[in-house]
């Protein structure tokens, strides 16, 4: 019985279940316990939805009150004590420290909602249909979201054209391995020349769609200088400019969103996972006001954008963010994993680290390599999981709130997994 059901009876589209075969009966911030007693350390946290660990005690009491006083648990778009209470949060926390003004579409329940909300509202903003994303981008599964991923593994399950979208290359920060796609500010060049010359065939586009640190792509970090160039060429030729901070945000580089402190004004922002803190699903987006208005009541719907759940335990993991230790906390332990990885890839100079705040990675150029890696993590474990074009980068991203013991015993396993499968 241990697997048997879930092997028998559920869809062979699984996936992260055979990279852990294991069930899982319980969790506590960093660690998840199997129904055979075994404690493994969480570095994987959701794909980044678990900023706050497994079952915050704060966020479970609140959650545990609210139900037992007959809360609203599901409620459209209607009102709500709980809707209140996370905008009002939201804004105090989040958007008036940085002089925001944006308007909060609940989209709901997942990122790729998200990203289909915005880039409906950036066509109609715009009158035009073309996005522009970026080699190596993840932005959903959904068909929009799914014209602007670049994965070949998930575009070719669409089974219909992926339209509407043209990728260029990534401005990336630092070069990545065997990289031939022209990373950096020649790209951004390239791509001005494009919409600056009448003959090329690209009319100005409705979007640019961009990651400031492409989680699922390999953690390829964006520069601060090709971000900003990006959004200039985005007001240059009439576009909006997007960010996807989905999984990025939330708190996860040191900052509530990944491009804090760059100077970046965005048009629309996406956001999900972290969001709700708890676990419970929830997507929002930022909305300039002036394109916000676009919309007309109604037009763009779903059954769960009134998640009250996510809304309860969201408000208390705002809350965090009340005390600068958290995120001063964040990015402490984030140079205490790059530097724990900077040592692995000193020992094998092939590898290259990358990320930011508690997101880094470690790149084993070979993919089979990195998935023999990650199944060796798992064997001693520690949850780990790999990303990139080529399945060749392992990304470490614990919950925020690890304690230092755990993540320094995370820390060893993942050295001691990478020397077994390397050395080996």
Not at 319 to 337: A, L, N, S, W
Request: a negative charge.
């Amino acid at each position: 019985m241990h697997m048997q059901v879930f092997e028998q009876w559920e869809s062979e589209i699984r996936a992260y279940c055979r990279a852990a075969p294991t069930v899982f009966h319980s969790a506590s911030n960093a660690r998840q316990t199997d129904e055979q007693g075994r404690s493994y350390l969480d570095f994987y946290a959701g794909a980044g939805v678990l900023n706050f660990g497994h079952n915050d005690p704060k966020m479970k009491d609140a959650l545990i009150d609210y139900i037992q006083n007959d809360g609203v648990a599901h409620s459209l778009d209607m009102y709500t004590t709980a809707k209140r209470a996370f905008i009002t949060k939201f804004v105090e926390t989040v958007l008036k420290p940085r002089d925001m003004d944006y308007r909060l579409q609940f989209v709901g329940p997942t990122g790729t909602n998200a990203v289909e909300a915005a880039l409906k509202l950036a066509r109609r903003v715009t009158g035009r249909q073309q996005v522009v994303s970026f080699h190596h981008a993840f932005h959903g599964m959904t068909l929009g979201a799914l014209a602007a991923t670049t994965n070949a593994h998930f575009r070719n399950a669409a089974g219909v054209p992926l339209d509407n979208v043209v990728h260029q290359a990534f401005g990336c920060e630092t070069q990545c391995p065997n990289c031939t796609l022209g990373c950096g500010m020649p790209s951004l060049e390239r791509l001005r020349d494009i919409y600056a010359d009448p003959s090329t065939g690209y009319a100005p586009p409705a979007a640019f769609l961009v990651e400031t640190v492409q989680a699922e792509g390999g953690v390829r970090v964006a520069s601060e200088e090709w971000l900003k160039g990006i959004q200039d060429l985005a007001r240059e030729t009439g576009a909006l400019f997007i960010v996807d901070d989905i999984q990025m945000g939330s708190g996860r580089t040191g900052s509530y969103f990944s491009f804090d402190e760059m100077d970046l004004d965005p048009d629309i922002i996406t956001l999900a996972k972290g969001l709700g803190g708890f676990g419970t699903p929830i997507a929002m987006n930022l909305n300039k006001p002036e394109h916000d208005k676009h919309w007309l009541p109604g037009e763009h719907t779903g059954t769960f954008r009134g998640q009250d759940l996510s809304f309860i335990a969201g408000t208390v993991a705002l809350g965090y963010f009340d005390d600068p230790k958290f995120m001063q906390e964040t990015r402490r332990k984030g140079e205490v994993i790059r530097k724990r990885l900077e040592k692995i890839a000193d020992k094998y100079p092939r590898f290259a680290v990358r990320g930011r705040g508690m997101m880094q990675a470690l790149d084993f150029i070979d993919g089979d390599l990195a998935k023999r890696v990650a199944r060796e993590c798992f064997d001693r474990g520690l949850l780990a999981a790999v990303c990139g074009s080529k399945g060749q980068v392992i990304k470490l991203i614990p919950p925020l709130t690890i304690p230092d013991d755990d993540l320094e015993e995370g820390l060893n396993l993942f050295e001691q997994a990478v020397d077994a499968q390397v050395e080996g």
